[in-house]
């Protein structure tokens, strides 16, 4: 029989989606995490660039110059470059003073992209500055805009305490790109539904596509082993992995780990919390922690917490999975979580969740089979969860379990592969009749 094989034609066919110009404006992807800049997005669009190479797309990661020292283009993956471009100060500069450089941010990357003859097929920018630094290169490029807006800041000012207010500017800039990008991707369902009602009939543009987890990386393992490896204390271990940011729920934390303590008798072995994020220099002199971490050790002794608090600064990616395997709990306190990567990475290795009921976290978390749902905000709720989970063997190992399963359903694969179809979608113009869940397994 005749081979319907014609490799001929695979050869001369183009891909739909050859290359893709990803913006990260305000971070690289691969900054040291855990600062406060330096979290989820940085991880997102890292894994995702890197997975869609290995499926055949191009990528090429562009993020502001904050370093002279640092080259131009660096090859960081087979498929992958990231490209820092000179727009302001090649120094770190405030987030909020960026958005009058995006104008040259966006010239010189069409320069450079006209210098070397190449062309994108789809722009994706990572929130709200990529995003206009996106809709200005489309001044340039006759390509799509795909946007991911990671956080809104409508719905960070909601849970907002006094003065971390997000701007007007981005306010307004996030208004005007929901309604001229080509496709917005929002994370979780609550954050879809927002959009659609704002969007009306133009909700079309909108699909849903959480991000994913490294499954080989964030796996099971020996608790002991990883506290001996880690140099941890025997006794009950209660984990925070994150940046130091008001919406992260940290002072909801220290207040509830505070009623933990007081409120229960403990005996010889009080919990501890291990607390990973912030950053701690470490020279020939000792050890000095940034401004934010004085301030959390600070209170922390006001708490009385000062021995039951373990800063460990940030902490790379390599050793994370250790963190989580050796604790009993991992503890999301945030007031607002768009995914919440820590959650469903410590979830992948096993580690029950306590979270507050927020963002993508009512979504990623089933509440007492893989972990346990809070207010946010409210110490006791999230110390007496706290409690159930570190005091009842049964219901710890049954979330082990149901923690695990419930994180395979985020695989780089299917989530690499949903995000394809967006983007072969956006490419071809294909009309989508209603507002896309082109991630089957969110319900
Ligand atoms: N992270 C890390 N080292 C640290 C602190 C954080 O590698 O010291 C990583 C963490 O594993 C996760 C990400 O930073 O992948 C934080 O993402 P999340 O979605 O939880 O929070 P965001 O920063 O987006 O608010």
Known sequence: MESLERPHLRRVIPPIVDRVAMISVHTSPFAQLGGRDTGGMNVYVRDLSRN????????????????????????????VRLINIEAGPPEPVDKDALFCSLPDFAS???????????????????????GWAGKLLQNYWDAPLVMMFHTLAHLKNEVASNGARETMLRLQVESRLMDIADTIITANPDEQAELIARLGPNANRISLVPPGIDLNLFQPGDSAAARRALDLPTGPLVLFVGRIDPVKGIDTLFEGFHHLLRSQN?????????????????DGTGSTMDADLQRLARRAEELGLADSVLFRGSQPRQLLPLYYNAVDVCAVPSRYESFGLVAVEAMACGTPIV??????????????????????SEPTALSDALYRVLSDHGLRSRMQVGARQAAVRYSWQTITSAMLRVYERV???????????DYASVS
Do not use: C, N
């Open 266 to 282: 403990w005996g010889g072995q009080p919990p501890r919390l291990v607390f990973v994020g912030g950053l701690i220099r470490i």
């Open 52 to 79: 869609l190479a290995d499926r055949g797309v191009k990528v090429d990661i562009f993020t502001r110059r904050t370093d002279r020292q640092v080259p131009a283009i660096a090859d960081v993956h087979e498929g």
């Open 355 to 376: 979270a507050s009921s927020v963002g993508g976290l009512r979504f990623s978390i089933e509440d007492g089979v893989s972990g346990l749902l809070v207010p946010h």
């Open 427 to 437: 490419v071809t113009r294909e009309p989508a009749a209603e507002p896309l869940q």
């Open 108 to 130: 010189e990357m069409a320069y450079l992209s006209q210098r070397e003859g190449t062309t994108y097929d789809v722009i994706h920018g990572h929130y709200w500055l990529s």
